[in-house]
């Protein structure tokens, strides 16, 4: 399965495209499993730009007055997201918020604080991530996920304008069907590179034919 695994990385050209990429995620994720951590947030957005996704400019703020400056470089409108200690479906718990001047940073910053630690007051504030907003008419959910420590099987869930899908990969051949699109070859590439990981979940939305990356969650065996 292996050196089937490996032609199939080098017919796709994966081992050299994503070499860099490869490189620095496996510093990272070696970083947190020494810290044990093991549940990332904006972190994952980091990990699949290293392979060549498109994620929406963001930055962390630890204040308000960190939003406004966020803000005011990113451009408004903004989206507002509460960064805890544990990776969790903020818009689910109210954890969510877009803001389209200054003056609805004022309201919109305490409302996504209070809101998710009402309904999650076990987790630890870490920040508020500040996010270009995508205006786009197109959306792809994607989820990942293993139920062991091999690069193969996995189950992909997909969930787009066409409907969703599910599907269990124990195969390159069955891989080919979700690569038409060229966009999703980095998070496959990262998935595959490294089998630690659990669980990967990536929201994208288009924008003038661009896939852009505005969420993802990523979550390693213990």
Known sequence: MLDKLSEFFKKRGWKEKFSIGRKKAKK????FKKNDKFELDKEAME???????????????????????????????VVLKTLTSRAVHRGDAGGV????????????????????????????LEGVLVQAFIDGDKKLWLKLERAQKKVLPFKVWKKDDGGESEKVISSEEELEGYLSDEYLEGVFAFFMDFPEIRKLEADFVEKDGEKIL?????????
């Open 28 to 31: 990272v994720l070696g970083k």
């Open 97 to 124: 918020a877009v803001v389209k001047s200054p003056e609805e940073v004022k309201e919109a910053y305490p409302q996504v604080l209070g809101e998710i630690f009402t309904r999650m007051p076990w987790l630890l």
């Open 47 to 77: 990990l699949l730009e290293f392979y060549g996704i498109e994620v929406a400019e963001f930055r962390v703020a630890r204040s308000i007055e960190d939003v406004y400056v966020a803000a005011k470089e990113i451009g408004y409108p």
């Open 214 to 222: 505005v969420d993802s969650k990523l979550y390693l065996f213990e």
